[in-house]
């Protein structure tokens, strides 16, 4: 019952996901490219060959054959921002999202070795309001909201005790609206009102490999570029044809090694993104190099005489990246832990993360034109909730 309550509480939690944020998500289709779970982003996003007790992540779907019990997690990010955006010259903006609303669930099968999974995350989740004065009559008004989601479902197999391959297929939606208002009361005595709606989808598959042992794992996720069908509409009438556009083809490769009480972890993720004509915004090809470190810290306590230990897992991590936004730039500090806050779940599990870095990059205004350097500071916190059972014996 305890495990009930505790992701009961978390859905709700997720259903207060009210945002409003970062330019960059009104500018690209994905704020942050990194997915997995709060475990992994505090390891600096690492997670593609994390195969351990503490793993849920499935950016990596042959992850999902080192399980032998149901897991199910669920998390969500809160991100605070300070920006220096050019394109305003006479205030600094702020602003605040709630940014990754993620679930992950592995099912093993009793078939040996064989389990399957399901993989919901939503990187961009943002909402801006812009007010512009020319005088008290005279002013313009911008709504920007944008909605991003991806699901994925996904089996791994265990070919070998030590070797794992694992395929998704992969769905992305979503819809974006942006509204802009003119009132000219001085001149012409005139509102202008027009609203701009898209609605996306597209399907693709997702592929990987899994090496671990007791010592050393690698791991490998792929996934090929597939077209986004986009919907549009003008003052709610719609617009044909429907128009596309290429989700580029994404690489992750990265290695675990774990000596003892520790887990090292290194990362290289990339994938193109100039191939991608999405609202006429330049995006570029991004490369990101992550690493990450935990030590699983026991804490001794004596209980009823006899002497315990509580474990506290601790984490930090570091990535920087290229690319992606125009002229991009992005870096991150990541830490975390885990605790074990139900005493009578002991498989229940309680994740928390930090983060701090700065992006920056050239943004494009297509209202007014012209290119603006854009530098956004930022402060992440984020908590998920994990539990694990076995189904059969």
């Known amino acids: ?79 605070s921002y300070s920006m220096d955006y050019a394109r305003f010259s006479d205030f600094e903006p702020s602003g605040a999202d709630f940014d990754m609303p993620y679930m992950n669930i592995i099912f093993p099968l009793p078939v040996k070795g064989v389990a399957l999974s399901a993989h919901y995350y939503s ?18 008004e911008e709504v920007h909201y944008k909605n991003i989601n991806f699901v994925e479902f996904g089996a791994a197999w265990r070919i070998l005790p030590s070797l794992s391959a694992g395929a998704g297929v992969l769905y992305a939606f979503g819809n974006e609206r942006n509204e802009y208002t003119i009132v000219n009361e001085e001149f012409v005595n005139d509102t202008t009102y027009n609203k701009w709606k898209y609605t996306y989808s597209g399907v693709g598959y997702h592929i990987g490999l899994l090496y671990h042992s007791s010592l050393f794992g690698a791991g490998i996720s792929y996934h090929p570029s597939f077209d986004i069908s986009v919907s549009r509409s003008f ?12 989700y580029p083809a994404q690489w992750t490769a990265g290695i675990s090694v774990t000596p003892g009480e520790w887990t090292f972890t290194g990362e290289f993720s990339t994938a193109d993104w100039s191939v991608t004509q999405y609202h006429d915004y330049p995006l570029e090809k991004m490369s990101r190099y992550s690493v990450g470190a935990e030590y699983d810290l026991k804490i001794p306590y004596k209980r009823h005489g006899n002497l315990k230990t509580f474990d506290i897992p601790v984490r930090l991590g570091y990535y920087s990246q290229t690319g992606f936004y125009q002229e991009g730039k992005e ?41 603006y350097g854009y530098q956004e500071n930022f402060f992440t916190i984020g908590i998920s909730f994990s539990a694990t059972d076995k189904w059969y014996k």
Do not use: C
């Open 1 to 79: 019952m305890k495990r009930i309550l505790l992701f009961i509480i978390a859905l709700l939690t997720l259903s207060l996901s009210l945002s409003a944020g970062s330019f960059l998500a009104l500018n690209s289709f994905g704020k942050y490219n990194i997915q997995g779970d709060i475990r992994s982003f505090s390891m600096g996003g690492t997670g593609v060959a994390l195969a351990d007790e503490y793993n849920t992540s499935l950016i990596n779907p042959a992850l999902a054959a080192t399980k032998d019990r149901i897991y199910l997690n669920i998390g969500e990010t809160f991100s």
């Open 123 to 140: 990187p961009v989740n943002s909402g801006i309001e812009l007010h512009y004065n020319a005088s008290e009559n005279d002013y313009v």
């Open 235 to 246: 003052n709610d009438a719609k617009i044909p044809p429907d128009t596309e556009f290429t």
């Open 331 to 371: 870096w991150g500090l990541t830490g975390g832990l885990s605790l074990f806050p139900f005493k009578s779940v002991s498989s229940a599990r309680m994740d928390l993360f930090l983060s701090y870095g700065q992006r920056e990059t050239l943004l494009e205004d297509h209202f007014e034109g012209g290119e």
